[in-house]
């Protein structure tokens, strides 16, 4: 049995490996493009696919996810549709999604780019704060990120809401579901944080009618796809102050091209895709998991639905 | 029995009054300087005494600070030393303290100032992002708001350690004590936090000395006093990158003068003594219980103990 792994990182300092070869001694890794011979290669573990891998490996069995979004895979016409493929659920990563939720959530919180403004003109003036509880925070996506970043978020005293797809109750926030309850969700939202999968029915999402529906002064926090965000329609929400601030980790094109507006937007706080990175030595128990399954031919975990989008 | 308050609001827009009476309508609220019969009021709620309160007010039986902090209440050599004295201890301003310290560490922690930086010059750049069990957050003084921040920085998963005058044990901190314990403490200390409260002791004891005990490219959050700090030194530290960042709150000299360089400094995140504000919405029951303590001649609640000055 052996494992192929698509990295950017030179296979001498890649961690993936060693950690690998270390939780299941038996496996045998190989780095892309030196496969070995093809017909012992099982699964694959990656983010995209090289040109021509699935041709070069007949036999694969399954693909592993080295994130939690697998957009880029589904979108991809080269990835065969019979194999089975899982997302990563890594804990480190939905750790650092959550901190960067919190930090951003604070921070518009507290008035945080106000005091910036009035740093920079050595301007001394307080403003009323207004409490946690007056604060209602909205989280769209209530899979793993969405109820880590919730339950981080629960301890400040915030009022809490949640909207995802098929209906969720989650103890201590007001959970809406489906098309019906999204208008009410985003009415009662004053920071929106975006946490959904990427799919043909949530691309585009975050639109002119989305923004309108939310209460004047309202903030967003966008750290799951550039996709999802129209970015005209953002622009100028933020333009006209309808919407009061936006955090942005994530663009259409990545890395966001220099001139973009995104960049100098006073209303934008924006960092390159930084919010969550993959940690191989947290995540490679799920992936060491999946390669026994695959080898006793059982489901993988964290198995993707196709039909769905994630 | 009767109240007065000394406030900076006008009375028919201070919120303690109407509060004070909701919870206790027996009580006889009088705002300075219209004091009415001296003879009748026991208590005064204030944040620092105007000229000649005392001599007018000769039956006063107790001193109601509004905020946690009373440095300058005990410094004032006009406020009779035989008076008791209370500080506020009010949940709403704890929790904001809370806040703004999680907000601060997050910042530092996720590394905000370089990806500020790197928005301003369009620079597209992910930087390692240190584990939050590899982050040592070292908070000075463990009252009641070094606790709660604490507690909201626990989920987090940081290294937290706390130091304080006399021996303490927190569940899941690293506590340090006394002078012995101080270097040991900032040695493994790459956040530090002062809630420190401001006395003989206390006061410049964030100077080289101290900076210098830090692990190079420390930060520090001051929420505590200004007078806590020795400018200059931390300017240097500041200067030279020994010290990679400050959050301050707290100056000097308040508003702080607009020549000063923390305002423009680059490492330097400043905000105008804004971190809590005291909600009488909240502080009222404790002041409500003072009083009727003092009618009742018990001992006061969060009463100020003047030889060690908090």
């Known amino acids: ?127 009323p704060q207004p409490h946690p509880e007056q604060r209602r925070i909205g989280v769209m996506g209530l899979g793993e990120l969405g109820q880590d970043a919730l339950g981080k978020l629960a301890p400040f005293g915030f009022a809490l809401g949640g909207w995802s797809r098929t209906p969720k109750a989650l103890e201590g926030v007001e959970t809406f579901s489906g098309s019906d309850g999204f208008a009410r969700f985003l009415a009662r939202t004053d920071i929106l944080v975006n946490l959904l999968p990427l799919t043909a029915e949530t691309e585009n999402i975050i639109d002119a009618r989305l923004l309108g529906q939310l209460p004047e002064g309202a ?28 955090a942005l980790d994530v663009f259409r094109e990545e890395p966001l091209p220099a001139d973009h507006r995104f960049w100098s937007h006073p209303r934008v706080i924006l960092t390159p895709h930084a919010a969550a ?13 999946n390669l026994r399954r695959v080898q006793a031919g059982q489901p993988l975990v964290n198995l993707v639905d196709r039909s769905r989008g994630y």
């Not at 190989?30 to 573990?45: F, I, K, Q, S, T």
């Not at 903030?219 to 936006?246: K, Y």
């Not at 990175?277 to 998991?289: D, R």
């Open 219 to 246: 903030f967003l926090v966008n750290c799951a796809r550039g996709r999802h965000v129209v970015d005209d329609d953002l622009l100028a929400a933020l333009d006209s102050g309808r919407l009061a601030g936006a």
């Open 277 to 289: 990175l993959t940690n191989p030595l947290t995540a490679t128990p799920q992936i060491v998991e």
């Open 1 to 127: 049995m052996a494992l192929v792994i698509v990295s950017r990182v030179h296979p001498s300092s890649d961690v993936w490996a060693p950690e690998m070869r270390r939780l299941m001694p038996e496996i045998d890794v190989r780095y892309w493009p030196d496969v070995g011979n093809p017909d012992e290669v099982d699964a694959v573990l990656m983010w995209q696919a090289p040109d021509g891998l699935f041709d070069r490996l007949p036999k694969l069995k399954a693909i592993f996810a080295t994130g939690a979004g697998v957009d880029a895979i589904l979108g991809d016409a080269s990835v065969p549709k019979h194999l089975p493929l899982a997302r990563l659920v890594d804990p480190s990563m939905t750790a650092e999604m959550s901190e960067y939720v919190t930090l951003q959530v604070l921070r518009f919180h507290r008035q945080e780019p106000t005091y910036a403004a009035q740093q920079r003109d050595r301007v001394w003036k307080v403003h």
